[in-house]
RNA sequence: GCGGCUGUAGCUCAGUGGUAGAGCCCUCGGUUGUGAUCCGAGUGGUCGCGGGUUCAAGUCCCGUCAGUCGCCCCA
């Protein structure tokens, strides 16, 4: 007895950036689990799983050479005993799913067929400081296109059509308040690169690669920062020059086009843009036939936004970003992109890729926050519960249950007799919308109680369905 | 990694240096076989933790931990 009184308690609190939910909202959670894997699978996704971790080096394979310093997010797994000696490889919990996905292709490449089409729904971990929208443990939805050599451009536009499928069946989900966003990395590179400074020598010279960096990143962070402090930004990570040169472009980063001839017009309504440089032209031409292969969608659904620059990661021409219409600030929601040689860095190969992520926990956590979650109080899946009246009654209770779940009904039977009353209130409190009475006697008959009308009818339970 | 704000009951929060509070939740009751409402009763707190000031600290000071918002970066 005293052992108990001086037990150790462990008062529980939640772990910022970890987050948890309770069943009524879980419920809802997995319904849109559901939707998103079956629409994957209707189109010829092949699922897959990989491990919670990786060894750091496969890791940090990519972000060496293009400067992006995931590493310091990056969660470390260790045993808690190690021994200083243990010569273990380390292990890392993935951040995000593209890259175990390479990792992946590659080790098992010879038993892939091309194109490798897989989705790809986990957790992943990043050690960041949480905020509104941003976790530390959440999951993604993936889906990637990697072919041997050379990847059709197609992909690039099924890619978007098939998020829009999905957001248009999530429950609590208003596709008019979203907005995928598509441009063509090759655009602004072409741009960048065709750019000639003026130097105060009175040399000309093109942009250096640090000019080149500093100004996608401040692109990158327009619709936040707008225009005018964007340009200031340029010019405070480069030079005055630099700024002055990228304005014009600017101007058309701030625009979004609905359909690919607007888009194409106000390019070369632009005069500072060079439209014959080899690289502008064909970002110009990819993005059109990604735009022009998505006209099946609403007006607005998809929109090319030049903004859209996915900061240094590794994506070579198509790039996407989704975002609420009217908090786009929140974040993406969705994004993704091509990139030339995902594999690389794993097999000696080209494995040019196509891929995209919702992140589903961002946009389910917002959903939920702002209450728009259809939660109905269906705490429990339970369709029905069965009355238990008395122990006697228990093996009545039971054989009446499993008639209702042979026919793909949810049952749960009251756990132990005990006033009516208090059974009802437990129903009632579990959101179970129907409550079924068995005989109480020899006599009696079955009865079911539908809980929001209170209407109460005698029932069979080999025939009776849950009514429309 | 850097800055702002906040820590009192399971939850939301009052509490002006002087006895620890409210609402909700939860448990029980309001008699026969029926929920939500209503009425009554009850459980529940080392005031995040550690130090300091004071006759006296939930309250003031310092530290620390946790949460939260923002920056960096990103789904």
Same mark, same amino acid.
């Given at each position: 007895?005293?052992?108990?009184?001086?037990?150790? *308690?462990?008062?529980?609190?939640? *772990?910022?950036?970890?987050?948890?939910?309770?069943?009524?909202?879980?419920?809802?959670?997995?319904?849109?689990?559901?939707?998103?894997?079956?629409?994957?699978?209707?189109?010829?996704?092949?699922?897959?799983?990989?491990?919670?971790?990786?060894?750091?080096?496969?890791?940090?394979? &990519?972000?060496?050479?293009?400067?992006?310093? !995931?590493?310091?997010?990056?969660?470390?797994?260790?045993?808690?005993? &190690?021994?200083?000696?243990?010569?273990? %490889?380390?292990?890392?919990?993935?951040?995000?799913?593209?890259?175990?996905?390479?990792?992946?292709?590659?080790?098992?490449?010879? /038993?892939?067929?091309?194109?490798?089409?897989?989705?790809?729904?986990?957790? !992943?971990?990043?050690?960041?400081?949480?905020?509104?929208?941003?976790?530390?443990?959440?999951?993604?939805?993936?889906?990637?296109?990697?072919?041997?050599?050379?990847?059709?451009?197609?992909?690039?536009?099924?890619?978007?059509? !098939?998020?829009?499928?999905?957001?248009?069946?999530?429950?609590?989900?208003?596709?008019?308040?979203?907005?995928?966003?598509?441009?063509?990395?090759?655009?602004?590179?072409?741009?960048?690169?065709?750019?000639?400074?003026?130097?105060?020598?009175?040399?000309?010279?093109?942009?250096?690669?640090?000019?080149?960096?500093?100004?996608?990143?401040?692109?990158? &962070?327009?619709?936040?920062?707008?225009?005018?402090?964007?340009?200031?930004?340029?010019?405070?990570?480069?030079?005055?020059?630099?700024?002055?040169?990228?304005?014009?472009?600017?101007?058309?980063?701030?625009?979004?086009?609905?359909?690919?001839?607007?888009?194409?017009?106000?390019?070369?309504?632009?005069?500072?843009?060079?439209?014959?440089?080899?690289?502008?032209?064909?970002?110009?031409?990819?993005?059109?036939?990604?735009?022009?292969?998505?006209?099946?969608?609403?007006?607005?659904?998809?929109?090319?936004?030049?903004?859209?620059?996915?900061?240094? /990661?590794?994506?070579?021409?198509?790039?996407?970003?989704?975002?609420? &219409?009217?908090?786009?600030?929140?974040?993406?929601?969705?994004?993704?992109?091509?990139?030339?040689?995902? #594999?690389?860095?794993?097999?000696? $190969?080209?494995?040019?890729?196509?891929?995209?992520?919702?992140?589903?926990?961002?946009?389910?956590?917002?959903?939920?926050?702002?209450?728009?979650?259809?939660?109905?109080?269906?705490?429990?899946? +339970?369709?029905?519960?069965?009355?238990?009246?008395?122990?006697?009654?228990? +093996?009545? #209770?039971?054989?009446? %249950?499993?008639?209702?779940? +042979?026919?793909?009904?949810?049952?749960?039977?009251?756990?132990?007799?005990?006033?009516? $009353?208090?059974?009802?209130?437990? +129903?009632? $409190?579990?959101?179970?919308?129907?409550?079924?009475?068995?005989?109480?006697? %020899?006599?009696?008959?079955?009865?079911?109680?539908?809980?929001?009308?209170?209407?109460?009818?005698? %029932?069979?339970?080999?025939?009776?369905?849950?009514?429309?």
């Amino acid at each position: 007895m005293s052992d108990i009184q001086k037990k150790k *308690i462990y008062k529980p609190f939640p *772990i910022s950036g970890f987050p948890e939910w309770l069943p009524e909202v879980r419920r809802i959670e997995q319904q849109w689990f559901d939707i998103i894997r079956a629409t994957f699978e209707r189109y010829g996704f092949c699922s897959i799983e990989t491990p919670s971790v990786e060894t750091l080096d496969a890791l940090s394979a &990519k972000s060496e050479e293009d400067g992006a310093d !995931v590493d310091k997010e990056v969660y470390v797994i260790e045993r808690l005993h &190690k021994e200083d000696g243990d010569k273990e %490889a380390r292990l890392a919990l993935h951040f995000d799913q593209t890259v175990p996905f390479a990792r992946y292709t590659a080790q098992h490449f010879n /038993d892939l067929i091309f194109p490798f089409k897989r989705y790809q729904m986990q957790r !992943v971990w990043r050690g960041e400081r949480p905020q509104k929208g941003r976790f530390r443990e959440f999951y993604q939805c993936d889906i990637d296109v990697i072919n041997v050599d050379h990847i059709p451009l197609h992909f690039d536009a099924e890619m978007p059509a !098939v998020i829009w499928e999905v957001f248009e069946q999530l429950p609590g989900v208003d596709v008019s308040e979203i907005q995928i966003r598509i441009s063509n990395r090759k655009i602004l590179m072409g741009f960048l690169d065709s750019l000639i400074l003026p130097t105060s020598e009175g040399i000309e010279r093109p942009l250096s690669n640090l000019e080149k960096i500093e100004t996608i990143r401040c692109i990158d &962070k327009l619709e936040k920062l707008g225009k005018r402090e964007t340009y200031n930004q340029i010019m405070f990570t480069t030079m005055m020059g630099v700024a002055q040169l990228t304005e014009p472009f600017l101007d058309l980063c701030t625009q979004k086009f609905t359909n690919s001839d607007d888009l194409i017009d106000a390019i070369q309504m632009n005069k500072h843009i060079d439209t014959s440089h080899p690289m502008i032209r064909e970002g110009i031409e990819e993005l059109s036939f990604v735009m022009n292969h998505l006209t099946h969608l609403p007006e607005g659904a998809v929109v090319a936004d030049l903004g859209i620059v996915r900061g240094l /990661d590794y994506y070579t021409g198509t790039v996407y970003e989704t975002v609420f &219409k009217d908090n786009p600030t929140y974040g993406s929601i969705c994004s993704g992109g091509r990139y030339d040689d995902l #594999a690389g860095n794993y097999i000696n $190969k080209s494995l040019p890729g196509v891929g995209i992520s919702i992140g589903f926990s961002r946009l389910f956590d917002y959903l939920r926050e702002a209450g728009k979650l259809p939660l109905d109080g269906r705490i429990s899946p +339970a369709d029905v519960m069965v009355v238990l009246p008395s122990e006697e009654q228990r +093996a009545t #209770a039971n054989q009446t %249950a499993q008639a209702l779940r +042979a026919r793909g009904i949810n049952v749960e039977v009251f756990h132990s007799p005990s006033k009516i $009353k208090r059974q009802m209130a437990y +129903a009632e $409190k579990k959101g179970i919308p129907y409550v079924w009475f068995p005989p109480f006697d %020899a006599e009696g008959a079955h009865e079911v109680k539908d809980m929001k009308t209170g209407e109460q009818n005698s %029932a069979d339970p080999a025939s009776w369905e849950i009514p429309a």
